[in-house]
């Protein structure tokens, strides 16, 4: 049934239930003005099937907890109106992140996507204690332009469950956990820059890189992952005369 | 099968970067064994040459140098966005690529006529 | 051999072969008219050391770059994967090198 601006007319939402193992079911939910797919996940808990397990925070796109896969996309579900996605005929199929393990109908285990981020060594080591002055550092300096492209990630996974070669290849440690190194290869206060980089060019990191691009196409900050991928094979090009990091 | 999370230009890029490139390598050596005749005699050669004058080598030769220029193009794409300064998605690079694609393509198939 | 090393042969042959591809290419398109004989691409390529060198390096670079591709795809589309992956890739470099070389000597040198 076709949505109407005034709140009439149904959505026919199709939502993943079970696991691995499961099928399909679909809900009708009442379509409103302003509606995001939240709010109709939302609605179907409340309304149709308790049951429903599914993950969100904030509500309002900062703290990325409502990724799931709407119509094949990978997107932040508070952030994604209805209108923009659900078509003339008011169609929704709505389905886990891809490419993490399935813990029950729209929720996902995060585990293997934290794990890749220490993996890439995406942790600051720090040189100096609260005793000591603050790190002057120029905003100006490429470098800290380079990190500050890329440090407004928030962990939500949408890039690693729109990755093909996430999906293809179990070691490789996924946009995400890269563009982290990337930002710490690039800061001159981490006192392991090498380390960074090192772990980084391992392998099953920047090199296993085919710069589809699906990660820029869909960070829902507008990130750059690939950006920062191709600057870490420069870096492990230069690592290999012993110049990647200063 | 082609879920819309897939429906744009730099993962049809890598498509036909990896497609081309497996074609290609799967060709190699038998361009390399058809030359290798010319070690027998250059007679022999000239028997592949002739026994290869028909319309289905011809729109295998084609599809082959077809393939070359889109793995050239394809490759030189992702080289620039690993090493040029990066402009947003350089989704033109794609389009040139595949008009001179086209191009050579066409060309070739004028010549052999 | 690193990945770090294995992306450096991957994209300097890919620079090397850049170029003599379009040479390679502008050939074709160029000795393809009226049909191909023997006669025509041995009269241009025996006895000829730049054609030699042309494409002895043509060879050499193919044969390193081929494997390293083919060991990305059959990587992320298979389940093989490791050493034995890696030896294989190295061997079939040898196969192209080797029937390339043989390839190369038979259009230049003399009959």
Not at chain 1, 227 to 234: D, H, V
Not at chain 3, 62 to 68: F, K, S, Y
Request: glycine share 10%; with cysteine; net charge positive.
């Amino acid at each position: 049934m076709t949505a109407s601006p005034d709140g009439q007319g149904c959505l026919s939402v199709e939502v993943w239930r079970g696991r691995d193992e499961g099928r399909f079911q679909t809900f009708a939910v009442p379509h409103r003005a302003n509606q995001t797919v939240l709010d109709v996940v939302t609605w179907i808990q409340r309304h149709a099937e308790p049951a429903l397990a599914y993950r969100f925070a904030c509500r309002v796109g900062v703290c990325g907890s409502c990724a799931m896969t709407v119509n094949g996309r990978p997107r932040w579900t508070c952030r994604t109106h209805v209108s923009k996605v659900a078509g003339a005929n008011g169609r929704l199929r709505i389905e886990p992140l891809r490419n993490l393990p399935r813990i029950k109908d729209l929720a996902v285990d995060l585990t293997p996507f934290f794990e890749k981020w220490q993996r890439a060594q995406g942790r600051f080591t720090p040189t100096r204690s609260r005793a000591e002055p603050l790190a002057p550092v120029s905003p100006e300096s490429p470098a800290r332009k380079a990190a500050d492209a890329g440090i407004e990630c928030i962990n939500c996974a949408v890039c690693y469950a729109a990755c093909d070669v996430v999906g293809w290849d179990p070691d490789y440690l996924g946009p995400a956990a890269l563009n982290r190194a990337w930002t710490l290869v690039n800061d001159e206060r981490d006192g392991d820059r090498r380390g960074v980089l090192r772990a980084a060019s391992a392998g099953g990191g920047c090199h296993s890189c085919h710069t589809h691009g699906s990660c820029v196409e869909h960070c829902p900050v507008g990130l750059n992952p690939t950006a920062g991928i191709a600057g870490l094979k420069r870096r492990s090009l230069l690592d290999l005369v012993g110049r990647g990091v200063p | 099968m082609i879920r819309p999370q897939h429906n744009y230009p730099g993962f049809w890029a890598f498509v036909a970067h990896r497609v081309s490139g497996v074609a290609l390598a799967l060709f190699l050596p038998l361009h390399f064994l058809a030359l290798g005749l010319a070690l027998e005699s250059d007679a022999a050669l000239d028997r592949f040459l002739a026994v290869a004058d028909n319309p289905v080598f011809r729109v295998a030769e084609w599809g082959l140098v077809t393939l070359l220029t889109i793995h050239l193009g394809a490759g030189l794409r992702v080289m620039a966005l690993e090493f040029l300064p990066w402009r947003d998605g350089r989704k033109g690079l794609i389009g040139l690529g595949a008009i001179a694609a086209v191009v050579v393509g066409t060309i070739f198939l004028l010549r052999i006529g | 051999m690193t990945p770090a090393r294995l992306y450096l042969l991957q994209r300097a042959t890919a620079l090397i072969l850049a170029p003599l591809v379009l040479v390679h290419l502008g050939l074709i398109l160029v000795a393809v008219e009226g049909g191909l004989t023997a006669a025509e691409i041995l009269g241009r390529t025996r006895g000829s050391v730049g054609w030699g060198a042309f494409y002895g390096l043509f060879v050499v670079a193919a044969a390193i770059h081929a494997p390293i591709g083919l060991r990305n795809v059959i990587h992320e589309h298979t389940a093989w994967r490791g050493r034995s992956l890696g030896v294989a890739m190295a061997m079939l470099g040898l196969l192209l090198a080797g029937l390339g070389a043989r390839a190369v000597i038979a259009v230049v040198a003399a009959p």
